[in-house]
């Protein structure tokens, strides 16, 4: 009997002792301020152009896979000149919204951090990149056994610092704070409210902290913590007062028993970042838990907008020709083998076949949300366009010339592995959800994102309208 005992106290010392090495990082990534300084604008930048075309992007989950393929698609719409006077502007100099989660927050942030025509070195950057060999992955090692038992293998010292030391260079959200800066929303999961958190100031005031001080790769490795793989992101929420007051807007969510569903939850949350004296730390995962297209932003400042063109500026509604919105989505969707036989799945292969129905299921039902959403606010925006005067659309143009309220049309269109043909969807299938590839994998998945926009004729014709309304003629796409 000794024996086994002894057996079992040695194992259990062990454990122990282990488990006092797996420390983890789990500090928050915010500091608490003194007062409320800065709250999100609700509107969009004005670039300065004519205004004609103004596009927005979000960009999925699924790891590397997502930010290649949303690369793909960022360097398609980059090659592609909608105008040469006064100067020379491509899709991308139009690019005012900029949304992910995930793996596809990885390349929105570098978007945002770059900007159009600088972005191109994120695959050296980050798609050919071994990112995995600074991150713990073996489930075998009992060091990371302990660690997922406490909440994640891998904590803030893995991939945010390999983030903030090898892609962001150190930079947080001050560097966004710019006039050419297009708006950038980063969805994480907020697990206590279960709502997605959009990083913004307004999400941040709610905290009496400080959006700017956050750092970019922080708010990138929340959105791609993926449960027990990484340990969830913290956020205090326990500061001292800052004289934080409610948005108007959030006030009017709460109280209004006709306000969206997914408004009012969000509202709720904010709340409780300031209200509820139990809540000490919020604990953020994977965007994909609440929102895997990450269109979460995008609905949430268009809900709250005062006016009915928010977030565009008054200006910017009057000017628009062509609103162009494109939702990646770089979900695999194979044809699993256990379906053409007889004999059901099990456990290994129906787990996966779990998390694949309720990401696709997500997907569709936040494509259909966005797209109801924006139909309603194009009619708005056409109802308010109607409804000015000629003096003030001269006001607000510049001229009356050739006006028309009614000419503005907005264009929402969803990139999948779907739109291709059988063979290369396979192919496309086969790349694995995970933070390296190797570099056939990257190309093959950027090429698919460059397809997916040459190939689409909803975005075709909008870009061939606003280049023919520019004077610019020939095929939009090099070689096409």
Known sequence: MAKPLSRLIGCLALMLAISGCATRDTGPINVFTPQVTQVSSHFINDFGDDGALVVGVSFSGGGMRAAAFAHGVLSALDETVIDEEPRRRKVTDSIRMVSGTSGGAVTAAYFGYRGPGEFHDFRERFLAQDVEATLRTSMAAPGNLIRAWQGGVNDRSGFADWLDGNLFDGTTYAHFNHDRAPEIWLTASDIYNGVPFIFTHD??????????????????????????????????????????????????????????????????ALGTYREDDRLATVRLLDGGLTDNIGVTGFALERASADTPFGPLTAEQAVKLQKLLFIVTDAGKAPAPEWGMRERGPGLAELVPALSHTAISSSVRKGFDALAMAVRAWQEEIIHFRCSLSAREVARLRGSAAGWDCRDVSITVELLSFRDFEPEYQQELNRVPTRLTLDARQ?????????????????????????????????APWPGY
């Open 203 to 268: 999400t941040f005031a709610a905290l009496c902290s400080d959006l700017d001080q956050v750092r970019i790769a922080d708010a990138v490795a929340a959105s791609a913590a993926f449960p027990v793989a990484f340990a969830p992101i913290d956020v205090a929420a326990n500061g001292p007062d800052c004289g934080y007051a409610r948005p108007s807007w959030l006030t009017r969510a709460i109280d209004d028993p006709h306000a969206s569903l997914r408004l009012r939850a969000h509202a709720e």
């Open 442 to 474: 990257v190309d093959l998945v950027v090429e698919a994102g460059r397809r997916a926009v040459r190939e689409n004729a909803a975005i075709s014709e909008a870009v061939t309208r606003i280049r023919r309304s520019a004077g610019v003629r020939g």
